[in-house]
């Protein structure tokens, strides 16, 4: 079976109502090890936000999220683990996201000064080849979700 079946079957077996068509399959992060980290977390319940740079959608030509919004979310290996639902989006600067945003997102010690070291590192990285550049005052999609079905091993 392909990665496409698998993510159907998965979204089948989620009670999708018959009929529907599966919602956008992603996983978390810049590498597999980091996918089924932030994956972990979220199936436990720690991970409950996540941010993206605007401009990464800018660049991609994807249309920003919005409440409501489903995904299947991927482990590292491409394998879909979990169905989440936006609860919430809010756009604001790198230099604005809060504290509890960052402790949302349950990653390291859940603090801001640790949230703003990852996330600047990896922007900086993921902007490196486009006409975009990180900077302090960019605008950070900071979305808030609920999991609805997870598949645990």
Not at 37 to 56: F, H, I, P, V
Not at 72 to 79: C, N, S, T
């Amino acid at each position: 079976m392909d990665r496409g079946q698998r993510i159907e079957q998965f979204w089948r077996s989620s009670g999708a109502p018959a009929g529907t068509e599966a919602p956008p399959a992603w996983s978390f992060g810049d590498s597999p090890t980091l996918a089924d980290e932030l994956l972990a977390l979220t199936l436990r319940g720690a991970k409950t936000a996540m941010a993206s740079a605007q401009r990464e959608f800018e660049v991609d030509g994807a249309p920003l999220p919005h409440t409501g919004d489903l995904a299947i979310v991927l482990d590292g290996g491409g394998e879909p683990r979990a169905l989440i639902r936006t609860t919430e989006v809010e756009i604001v600067p790198f230099d604005e996201v809060t504290a509890e945003h960052a402790r949302l997102e349950g990653e390291g010690d859940r603090s801001l000064a640790y949230w703003r070291t990852e996330h600047e590192r990896a922007w900086r990285s993921s902007l490196a080849n486009t006409p975009y550049e990180f900077d302090t005052r960019m605008p950070v999609v900071c979305e808030r979700f609920e999991l609805l079905f997870p598949v645990t091993r």
